[in-house]
T-cell receptor, first 114, second 111 residues
């Protein structure tokens, strides 16, 4: 059974540019969440999608957005990149948007903003 | 709102036991535990729902004290493969499916 697939694995972008990250959840999983991981702030929740609807959003500026497609694949977009956006972005999928289920994380996309 | 994990780091010899604690100031619906090895994705260990349950997973178990809003992860007879950073993720009542993670506990198991 394939795991959570995130592409690309590494990205280098310049300040002011925008970036789109992709996540393919485990087959059958309908909930996709995104987290940002940095050495200073740790793991921080960005948003969760279920059935193409954003269910929750963390405390991030509007430059961070996402969407989910009908096949449960999800994309995350960051516009007007800042140096502080450099981080590991992790996607996590879950069978349902239900507190009885844990998350399976992907290996992440490491974004470096220069 | 971030849960407090303790200790920040622990070094063990193979076969020794360890306890990692996670404490929240908010009323929790659930506590998740994950382990992350360097350069890898966090791996789900277990989830505990409010109700004060305890779960076990091989030699790794956890408890959730609803009255204290605390969870503890117990690693018994540790193995080299247990090395990594352990995170607790808390789900606050009213913020469903939005995990707030602790800063992590770095566990090193030496031969």
């Amino acid at each position: 059974k394939a795991g959570v697939t995130q592409t690309p694995r590494y990205l280098i972008k310049t300040r002011g540019q925008q970036v789109t990250l992709s996540c393919s959840p485990i087959s059958g999983h309908r909930s996709v969440s995104w987290y940002q991981q940095t050495p200073g702030q740790g793991l921080q929740f960005l948003f969760e999608y279920f059935s193409e609807t954003q269910r929750n959003k963390g405390n991030f500026p509007g430059r961070f957005s996402g969407r989910q497609f009908s096949n449960s694949r999800s994309e995350m977009n960051v516009s007007t990149l800042e140096l502080g956006d450099s981080a590991l972005y992790l996607c996590a999928s879950s069978l349902l948007s239900d507190s009885n289920y844990g998350y399976t994380f992907g290996s992440g996309t490491r974004l470096t903003v220069v | 709102q971030q849960p407090v994990q303790s200790p920040q780091a622990v070094i063990l010899r193979e076969g020794e036991d360890a306890v990692i604690n996670c404490s929240s100031s908010k009323a929790l619906y659930s506590v998740h535990w994950y382990r992350q090895k360097h350069g890898e994705a966090p791996v789900f260990l277990m989830i505990l729902l409010k109700g004060g349950e305890q779960k076990g997973h091989d030699k790794i178990s956890a408890s959730f004290n609803e009255k204290k809003q605390q969870s503890s992860l117990y690693l018994t007879a540790s193995q080299l493969s247990y090395s990594g950073t352990y995170f607790c993720g808390t789900e606050i009542i009213g913020s469903a499916r939005q995990l707030t993670f602790g800063s992590g506990t770095q566990l090193t198991v030496l031969p």
